[in-house]
């Protein structure tokens, strides 16, 4: 019979949850704001009576696998804390599994947000063909997940993915990690905008500037939307975008060499602004990409001829963009009590028979 | 009862052929010079030969579990194809697997000669307490090692691990892969001798002119032997390998959250010289590394608190040197067998009983 799981995406703005069946299709999506500051234990409380509603209301559907919750920030897999989140401030050390769990009377699986888009990739998404993955988020910040044989590598705390922290520029702009110049500080939507507002100071970016003034909601999306329309100095900044992410997932493939690397997050959707800078940061940095490049790739550089080093078996490294969009942390959630145990048979599957 | 295996180092200058048993003993070794001007052939058959010494010597000692050989370069998992060799000139795209089980009629285990140290140092050295661990050698280049729940971790084709390319500084000097910046090009021994002429080429060295003019022999090891009697130019190249290696560990770390990082290779006998520069990069640089930190290496740098970040369950993120030396290839290799198959009990225990 089938099974279901709820899948929780608790992020600083949006609490999403929804109720997955195990061949991945979303059965219900409950979307509500994250009342932040009417601080946690109102959060954690309205989060759990929707996850029982879900449950009540899908009851006879199937066996519920379990319950999996995407959570930003550093999750401490062996205790359950919250121990470091931005986006949730106020929660710092906060016992967050206990409370959850004490409030529903059973067990959740926790994960950091990043983490569980990555899976929800791997499952349903860009990653569906591959076992070996890693995937960058480029939102607010730059969040990473990395799937080794199918499951999200966590490391030793629990802490293993932090993707956005790699340095790309050691004279880089600092980062409230404490170094200078990650990936963060140049491919995030963040990054898009402060470089914009500094591509302004500098005098040489009217149409920046202009939008600036005139639109209150100035974001690195109107960056992408000028860069596109041919602004010279909104093109540099995605440029410098790409440039980032080529010398980060240059590192990644020379340190993993796994099938594919996916791109997700708002700022993805910038993809055709920054990818030409990228590829070809990426095919110049990293060896292992040129010897494992999917062929077309190569020879958009190397004018026609397929160079020596390309390796005789041709298995590829794919770089591409995410494709559940803002789903993906919460499909990945709903998967992770999916993978925490084998499904059982159950004495209830004469419900649905 | 007892089993043994054969290891094999092939390395550009020196051939070194053990017999190690189950335990970690190392029976005999045998080390020879690599006469790699007299051609490919001519180097298989006399390891061939030294090989099959081996195995008759100790036949009557245990079952051979089997032979595995650490190559420099990069090998193409799947066809045993030896893909790029610069200390193995002439060896391109050779079949260097299926010629050595041509003439030993037997199967043989490939690897990474970067790759059979860091499992070496994982099964006798300083990883031998941990399933996960890195390994860099700072040799004449920078080779890595991942070894992850005690395996090497190899990528889609065996690519794996190339730890000695990772960015460290996008404007960096040039590196032969194609790149700029790579680790290898600040933190192996052909570097520090670079610098140390980069350095004289200033004016400002007036010492390690002198060596460098009085000592035909120059090399990374008299740099070192300045800096510890503390000539300022050698210091300071040790301060940028050191530097160096702090970003590239601390990528790692925020990649990987392993227990334990390892340095070997003839460099890291200049521990004492980038050690300093190399834990204050990585401190600052990571912040997974701060959260599991050794406390006593963190309350050096924070004046004796305990910082916030610390996480509860203090599980430490250990750097530290290999134990092997010049041997944790050969370890390493003689180690592929046993982990390629199962010990299997033997109709010959009678032998040694």
Known sequence: ???????????????????????????????????????????????????????TRFRDAGELSGIGIGVPGIIEMQTGMLHESPNLPGWHNYPVRDEIERRLGTTVVLENDANAAALGEK???????????CMLTLGTGVGG?????????HGMTGMAGELGHICVDPQGPPCNCGSRGCLEQIASATAVKRM???????????????????????????????AIQGDEPAREIFRRVGSALGIAIA??????????????????????AFAPSMMETLRRNSFV???????????????????????????????TRALLGSDAGLIGAARLPMLARPVRKTETSSKIA
């Open 145 to 153: 997940g990395v799937v080794l044989n199918g499951k999200v590598w």
């Open 1 to 55: 019979m089938t099974t279901f799981a709820i899948g929780v995406d608790l992020g600083g703005t949006n609490l999403r949850i929804a109720a997955v069946d195990s061949n991945g299709k979303t059965l219900e999506k409950i979307t509500t704001s994250t009342e932040v500051t009417r601080g946690r234990n109102y959060v954690i409380d309205e989060m759990c009576a929707a996850i029982q509603q879900l449950i």
């Open 196 to 226: 914009a507002v500094e591509a302004v100071a500098t005098g040489k970016a009217p149409e920046l500037a202009r939008a600036m003034t005139e639109d209150p909601e100035f974001s690195s999306k109107v960056v992408h939307q000028m």
């Open 251 to 272: 590192g990644l493939v020379n340190i993993f060499n796994l099938p594919m690397y996916v791109i997700g997050g708002g700022v993805s959707s910038s993809w055709d």
């Open 289 to 319: 990409y040129r010897a494992t490049a999917p062929i077309e790739s190569v020879r958009g550089v190397q004018g026609g001829s397929v160079p020596d080093d390309i390796l005789p078996s041709r298995r590829t490294t794919i770089i």
């Open 123 to 133: 499952w349903l998404g860009a990653g569906a063909s591959v076992d070996d993955m």
